[in-house]
Every structure is written in C-alpha cells, then in structure tokens.
C-alpha cells in the first residue's frame, strides 16, 4: 500500500524558514517523480513544484510564487522528500501535500500545515 | 501559464439525479503525438487530501464508481455523476498536466439539493 506521510509544519513569522519531509512507503520511492501541491485555508489546490527520479537526472522545477525561495530534494536511500521553504511570507501559509507524480498525482499524503503569522 | 476555469463554482444536485462540472483551459492539453488530453479531476471531501478520480481526460482510476466519468478534448472538459450519491458530496478541481506549473481549476463544490 502506498503511503506519503509529511511532517515538519510549524507556525513562524514572515521571513522564517521551514523544512518539511515526507516519508514514502508502499513503491519504488527512487524511480518517482514527486510533487508538493498547497491549499491555503478555505482554497483551492496549488502545485509548488516537484522533483524527477535521479534516472531522469533529478532536477526540479517550481512555481513562480516560490522559485527561489523554496528548494524540494530527494534522499532515495531513505525514501524521503523534502521542501526547504526560506523567506517565508504571510501568503505561504497552507497545507503541504506531496504527491506522486506520473502526470497526474494518483497519491496524496494527509498534508502538514503551515501557517506564517506575525 | 495554462488557466484552468471550472463552471459552475457550486451545484446542488438531488440525490440520485445528474451532476455536471465543466472545465475548460486556456490552451489545448492534448499532446498530438500520442493523441491523450493531459487532464485530471480530483474530489476532495472535507479535512480530507483531495483523490485522483480521472486521467488522461476519460480514464476512471481504479475502483471510483462507474457513475463518474470524464469527457472532453483539446480546451473543454466535463466531468458527470450521473446519479449523485450523499458520499459525493465535494469539491471536484480539474488539473492540467500538460506543462508545468501544474495548474488546477478553482473548484467546483457539489452539495445536495
């Protein structure tokens, strides 16, 4: 059974840093491209970015409200994913899915949350 | 960026009637080569991560109700319950994975007449 689980969510203030993680279980974790989407409170869905497998050279890519700010890795002999979240701001407070990504994203861990207030 | 726009933004549906959530983009997600749309819908139930219901635009995911179906080409997508059910009741987004960023349509919430 596939299982994301992420953790790392904390409540800071604008300009703080966060990491989050997210453990995988249940597949083949180093041949996935791995996604982390966000919800704001009350909104809809919003991808942040992801990761491809080290075969397909691990590079990432990200939204343009987070590029350069937030930094998603991989550590495949543990069967994690991380997102580095620097500079936090006030409108980066959300919950914080990461998902497979084979296109579409056919699994979602339970999300952590994240709230930026001063 | 790829705009994904979903219509209406809520329905209530009486039970065991139709349910139909339209989603059009701002530029075609089919990918000629291989002639698949690369459009997804997901249902999200209350405090819960949203699930994959359809892929490739028409593809149920294994074990979601035949009474979901998903329809549409190019720029304009439809996702039907054809009788709704009381566990249906949700936001359905409908995602474009044709390029990145991913983009998600705004939600549509369906509730019970």
């Known amino acids: 059974e596939v299982q994301l689980v992420e953790s790392g969510g904390a409540l800071l203030q604008p300009g703080g840093s966060l990491r989050l993680s997210c453990a995988a279980s249940?597949?083949?974790?180093?041949?996935?491209?791995m996604n982390w989407v966000r919800q704001a409170p009350g909104k809809g869905l919003e991808w942040v970015g992801r990761?491809?497998?080290?075969?397909?050279?691990?590079?990432?890519d990200y939204a343009a409200p987070v590029k350069g700010r937030f930094t998603i890795s991989r550590d495949d002999s543990q069967n994690m994913l991380y997102l580095q979240m620097n500079s936090l701001k006030t409108e980066d407070t959300a919950v914080y899915y990461c998902?497979?990504?084979?296109?579409?994203?056919?699994?979602w861990g339970q999300g952590t949350l994240v709230t930026v207030s001063s | 960026d790829i705009v994904m726009t979903q219509s209406p933004d809520s329905l209530a549906v009486s039970l065991g009637e139709r349910a139909t959530i339209n989603c059009k983009s701002s530029?075609?997600?089919?990918?000629?080569?291989?002639?698949?749309?690369?459009l997804a819908w997901y249902q999200q139930k209350p405090g819960q991560p949203p699930k994959l219901l359809i892929h490739?635009?028409?593809t149920r995911e294994s074990g979601v109700p035949d009474r979901f179906s998903g329809s549409g080409s190019g720029t304009d997508f439809t996702l039907t319950i054809s009788s709704l059910q009381a566990e249906d009741v949700a936001v359905y987004y409908c995602?474009?994975?044709?390029?990145?960023?991913?983009?998600f349509g705004q939600g549509t919430k369906v509730e019970i007449k």
């Open positions: 530029q075609s997600v089919l990918y000629t080569s291989n002639n698949k749309d690369y």
């Open positions: 990761i491809r497998s080290k075969t397909h050279g691990g590079t990432t």
């Open positions: 995602q474009q994975y044709y390029t990145t960023p991913r983009t």
């Open positions: 490739w635009a028409s």
């Open positions: 249940g597949f083949t974790f180093s041949n996935a491209w």
């Open positions: 998902t497979t990504e084979d296109g579409s994203s056919a699994f």
